[in-house]
């Protein structure tokens, strides 16, 4: 599998003099298989634009152009860029778009049609030349063709969001974002008048066990693409909740699961290249990861496993 990263920034882009190393794109993965003609894509945030660039000047001639995208959730950071891909411009273009279902009545059509519509664009999604389906997706395992096998997993994330486990020639490639650790949603303080003796002891068990079955969802993968957005003393106490993962827990819970490469992603949009050469000094020595391989993910970065 080669994986290419097209964008790696999280909640906004981010461009400007000050990003131009790791890239102020949002997040946009392609997976492609040596020796098949399987093109996946992971998000279509801003970073998508430049790989519609890309595809389209390989088909000089206007295709054709099938893929496969899947998207982790609906936030806008993660779909904003789908308007501006230019293969859903072209009638050869066939697109199976992927994604969880919501707990919202609107289908993954109609959320992603949504931005083509008059008020935000001006062509609407009937106006496409492409033929594009959209599948609901939800947690499972998935024979995807020659040789893919897709595993899925729910994350804990203010929205719906699903990981990606694509396991293809012994290899396994994996995303873990946009999520955080599980924590005890009741209260462990007997002075609170909240506090039930039972619930605390239940949510501790739960969230210990979910976050053993994400461990478990990951375990063993080449290379592990983890959210990592803050560091621990951003992310305790104001960010809890937010649904993005500390460093620091992401390379630990990585190691844990026997992980071979971990790619830090989804980066706070005001972290400048000079701070992310920081925390790379200071992260990614061996001396963290052991025999883990651990980076930061930088638009423009390729990966072959």
């Given at each position: 599998?080669?994986?290419?990263?097209?964008?790696?920034?999280?909640?906004?882009?981010?461009?400007?003099?000050?990003?131009?190393?790791?890239?102020g794109n949002t997040s946009c993965l392609e997976l492609c298989f040596p020796g098949s003609?399987?093109?996946?894509?992971?998000?279509?945030?801003?970073?998508?634009?430049?790989?519609?660039?890309?595809?389209?000047?390989?088909?000089?001639?206007?295709?054709?152009?099938?893929?496969?995208?899947?998207?982790?959730?609906?936030?806008?950071?993660?779909?904003?860029?789908?308007?501006?891909?230019?293969?859903?411009?072209?009638?050869?273009?066939?697109?199976?778009?992927?994604?969880?279902?919501?707990?919202?009545?609107?289908?993954?059509?109609?959320?992603?049609?949504?931005?083509?519509?008059?008020?935000?664009?001006?062509?609407?999604?009937?106006?496409?030349?492409?033929?594009?389906?959209?599948?609901?997706?939800?947690?499972?395992?998935?024979?995807?063709?020659?040789?893919?096998?897709?595993?899925?997993?729910?994350?804990?994330?203010?929205?719906?969001?699903?990981?990606?486990?694509?396991?293809?020639?012994?290899?396994?490639?994996?995303?873990?974002?946009?999520?955080?650790?599980?924590?005890?949603?009741?209260s462990t303080d007997p002075q609170n008048c909240s506090y039930d003796v039972n619930?605390?002891?239940?949510?501790?068990?739960?969230?210990?066990?979910?976050?053993?079955?994400?461990?478990?969802?990951?375990?063993?993968?080449?290379?592990?693409?983890?959210?990592?957005?803050?560091?621990?003393?951003?992310?305790?106490?104001?960010?809890?909740?937010?649904?993005?993962?500390?460093?620091?827990?992401?390379?630990?819970?990585?190691?844990?699961?026997?992980?071979?490469?971990?790619?830090?992603?989804?980066?706070?949009?005001?972290?400048?290249?000079?701070?992310?050469?920081?925390?790379?000094?200071?992260?990614?020595?061996?001396?963290?990861?052991?025999?883990?391989?651990?980076?930061?993910?930088?638009?423009?970065?390729?990966?072959?496993?």
């Amino acid at each position: 599998m080669k994986i290419n990263f097209w964008g790696v920034r999280g909640s906004i882009p981010s461009p400007g003099a000050n990003t131009v190393k790791y890239g102020g794109n949002t997040s946009c993965l392609e997976l492609c298989f040596p020796g098949s003609e399987k093109l996946i894509i992971i998000d279509a945030g801003s970073g998508i634009w430049a790989l519609g660039n890309h595809l389209t000047a390989q088909y000089p001639r206007g295709g054709p152009i099938r893929a496969d995208i899947f998207l982790t959730h609906t936030h806008l950071d993660h779909i904003l860029g789908f308007p501006f891909f230019a293969p859903i411009y072209m009638a050869d273009t066939q697109l199976n778009v992927y994604g969880p279902v919501t707990c919202e009545d609107d289908s993954l059509e109609v959320i992603m049609g949504g931005q083509l519509s008059y008020r935000y664009f001006p062509v609407r999604q009937a106006e496409l030349a492409a033929a594009i389906k959209y599948i609901d997706l939800k947690e499972g395992c998935f024979d995807l063709g020659g040789g893919i096998r897709l595993i899925t997993k729910y994350l804990n994330h203010p929205q719906l969001c699903l990981g990606y486990r694509f396991e293809y020639r012994g290899k396994v490639f994996c995303t873990a974002y946009d999520t955080e650790p599980f924590y005890n949603l009741f209260s462990t303080d007997p002075q609170n008048c909240s506090y039930d003796v039972n619930m605390a002891h239940e949510g501790e068990r739960t969230a210990r066990e979910e976050n053993r079955r994400m461990e478990e969802f990951f375990a063993g993968a080449d290379l592990l693409v983890h959210d990592a957005q803050y560091i621990q003393e951003e992310y305790a106490p104001d960010m809890v909740g937010w649904g993005h993962t500390p460093v620091q827990y992401a390379i630990a819970a990585a190691k844990r699961a026997g992980v071979r490469r971990l790619a830090l992603f989804h980066h706070e949009p005001t972290r400048t290249d000079a701070e992310l050469e920081v925390l790379s000094r200071k992260y990614c020595d061996p001396e963290n990861g052991g025999p883990m391989e651990v980076f930061f993910a930088r638009e423009g970065m390729q990966v072959e496993l």
